[in-house]
């Protein structure tokens, strides 16, 4: 056996097998298939072993020198100790077979030695973050919003009344697609209009009607209206002004507090609040930690593994589009457009399993438990959560990735600067 070094992560390893072995474990497997073999005049058992060769040999043979060939190649890479990553590139060596041997090389890449970079001088910034009684009170509003009743009213649409209207486009004095409707909802200054056409209905009652031109934007995304004027006749139905529940119990019910209990509703607002806080902090601590190590840490990448991270995002790419009914685009399939993305996973990957190897960073179970109990507080049934998640190995092993990188970023935090910087709740909760 000789091992050559390709290159940094490549190696050959010259192998042989003997020939006597070879045709012994030969003989040996068609005598079992001979056992068992149905020939058209023969019972079975008792096809003579000059047939069974003839039939069966060829295939034999095939699986015989692959299985000799691989553990041959199993135990040369446990004696060298190598860390073989991807799989091996097996050709036979012409003109190699001598003294009763077949002679074959096995080239494949190992993992690279990681060294983990210094992050002594990196700054990282920790965003802090209040959460008071101002926050709830605004998330209360949000709710409430999103609760929102509408009630006919006899006067004029105003901004955030909901009106009920009929309308007829046209261009040139035809009709254009998506330019009539009938009875058609709309909240006046939510935005889902253009500007233009929505104001027209603030000041209009129930009943009146009217016509007026509109010129559509230039980078409109129908073409074919971009940047032409047309002329449109509209009719009020309805006029409906927003109505807000009342903070009182009822509402509390409604949002999962069982007793109606104001002081408890915002507690669990509160709650909920710091544990989207908590979240994003640490997802952005996370991003930073994650770019910190990819700077400061250098190492080769085995080609194997990049080739196969590039086929998991392209899978993942093909489910998310199916599971979406959408077709894959033209270019959008290529292995080079995933290919930079799939380096920085292989690369974190590695130096992320280094960096818990060697500072014993692995998942505690009680550390499991307390993310599983955290991701189940925001559900109604929290027990029943917990159950489903330590009965589920998929979500446990998301569960343990997320415990695993939480460990790495506390032990990037002990050695790099951690800024803290105070930040507006409504400026992170908007950026994050």
């Known amino acids: 056996m000789q091992t050559e070094n390709v290159n940094p992560l490549e190696r050959t390893l010259n192998l042989a097998i003997s020939l006597a072995q070879f045709e012994a474990d030969v003989e040996s497997r068609l005598k079992k298939v001979a056992r068992t073999v149905k020939m058209q005049g023969f019972r079975p058992g008792k096809v003579p072993m000059k047939m069974v060769a003839q039939q069966y040999g060829g295939q034999v043979r095939q699986e015989v020198l692959g299985e000799l060939v691989q553990k041959s190649f199993a135990d040369a890479v446990q004696q060298q100790q190598f860390r073989v990553a991807g799989y091996p590139r097996i050709e036979p060596r012409s003109g190699q077979d001598e003294d009763g041997v077949m002679a074959f090389s096995a080239t494949f890449e190992v993992y690279p030695e990681v060294v983990l970079g210094d992050i002594s001088d990196v700054s990282i910034e920790r965003p802090v973050v209040a959460v008071g ?72 009652k129930a009943g009146e009607s009217k016509s007026f031109e509109m010129t559509f934007p230039a980078d409109y995304h129908a073409s074919e209206l971009a940047g032409k004027t047309v002329n449109f006749e509209v009719t009020m139905n309805a006029v409906q002004e927003p109505r807000l529940p009342e903070l ?39 991003t930073q930690v994650m770019e910190s190590l990819l700077e400061a840490t250098k190492l080769d990448l085995p080609g194997a593994l990049i080739e196969l991270e590039i086929g998991r ?20 399939g290529s292995p080079d457009l995933h290919r930079d993305q799939a380096k920085r996973r292989v690369a974190l990957g590695l130096i992320l399993a280094e960096v818990v190897k060697s500072n014993q960073l692995h998942a505690k179970p009680e550390q ?34 997320l415990v695993l990188e939480g460990n790495v970023v506390e032990w990037a935090l002990t050695r790099a600067k951690v800024v803290d910087k105070p930040t507006v709740f409504d400026e992170f909760m908007g950026k994050a």
Request: charge should be negative; hydrophobic fraction near 35%.
């Open 133 to 204: 009684d101002d926050e709830v009170n605004k998330t209360l509003e949000i709710l409430r919003k999103q609760r929102v009743d509408y009630q006919t009213v006899e006067r004029a649409a105003a901004e955030g009344d909901r009106v009920n209207v009929d309308y007829r486009g046209t261009l040139d004095g035809a009709e254009f697609a998506g330019g009539q409707a009938k009875g058609f909802d709309l909240v006046l200054g939510e935005g889902r209009t253009l500007a233009d056409f929505e104001n027209q209905f603030v000041g209009m």
């Open 248 to 286: 009182d119990a009822e509402f509390a019910k409604n949002l999962g507090v069982a007793d109606g209990d104001l002081t408890k509703m915002r507690e669990e607002i509160r709650a909920s609040l710091e544990r989207e806080v908590r979240k994003r902090v640490q997802d952005r601590l996370k």
């Open 313 to 332: 995002l392209m899978e993942q790419m093909r489910q998310s589009m199916s599971r979406q009914g959408v077709q894959i685009p033209e270019g959008m």
């Open 368 to 401: 499991v438990r307390a993310q599983v109990e955290e991701v189940a507080q925001s559900y109604e049934d929290a027990d029943s959560v917990v159950k489903y998640f330590y009965s589920n190995p998929q979500q446990m092993a998301e569960i343990e990735s």
